[in-house]
């Protein structure tokens, strides 16, 4: 059984799906990460934007990935720009691709519709992973067999664990990332409380995933909710404004590929 988990940002599975992706490589199953984007604007210091950092980052996922068992050579990287990510035939393109080379049974990718984060590249990639499970199964070289969420806030499988330590160390591997991740570190035992010991067990915690069942019709996501969640993402405590996405020498060649990925999708200043 081949495992393939898809995320946005380098340091994106750590917090999300450590345990799951441990366990799953300790009993040797194929696991492999694809990251869509290197994480180039992953930090507010401009002079730090750009290629340097997502050199950085690259190497900081293969790191943390060693810590979950995870073979380098199954760590994957696009050449998506990160703050760039669409839900267009582009991207669905790319994204395909991947997944015809990796060939997975089951994948695993950020909550597109019932999530708390509510980030446009993550909601992007999770989009496009279930347009290609349930619209593009005829274009793939081997059946997805099973789609899962993470980052959902409507979960219908859970990967329980006892102790937080082994995803700290992973996820504190990310140093570039140090100044979201000492706040990460006190809202992780949080969001992994486990609140149904009735149906899950003495657990203390767990990871939460939203299976998609391939022939079923999707549950629809209460609109009031959706406005809320909206509202904060246009508020920028998740989303980084577009001012953000600005590199401090625009004469190189990622600065002029900045300068056309910000008039192609219209971002302004």
Known sequence: MKYLFICVHPDDLEFNCSNLMWYLSQKEKSVHILSLTKGEFGIFDPKWKGPQLGYIRQHELIKA?????ID?????????????????????????????????????????YFTYYWHSDHINC??????????????????????????????????????PQH???????????????????????????????KKIGRWKFVERYRRVLLHKKEPKANRILKTILGIISN???????????????????????????????????
């Open 72 to 112: 380098p050579e199954h760590i994957h990287f696009d050449d998506i720009i990160d703050g760039f990510v669409q839900f267009n035939r582009a991207h669905i393109e790319k994204l395909l691709l991947w997944i015809n080379k990796i060939q997975p049974d089951i994948i695993l990718a950020p909550e597109p």
């Open 235 to 269: 508020l920028h405590l998740v989303n980084p404004p577009q001012k953000h996405f600005v590199v401090p020498n625009w004469d190189t060649s990622f600065g002029q590929k900045i300068l056309r990925l910000r008039e192609k999708y219209g971002f302004q200043d």
């Open 126 to 163: 999770g989009r496009m992973a279930f347009y290609i499970y349930k619209n593009l199964q005829h274009s793939l070289k081997h059946p997805i067999k099973s789609l899962l969420f993470y980052t959902t806030f409507k979960p219908n499988f859970v990967w329980p664990f006892k102790d």
């Open 167 to 197: 995803a700290f160390k992973s996820l504190y591997l990310h140093k570039s990332q140090w100044w979201l991740l000492k706040r990460m570190g006190m809202f992780y035992p949080i969001e992994k409380r486990n609140l149904n010991f």
């Open 65 to 69: 990935a060693t810590v979950n068992g």
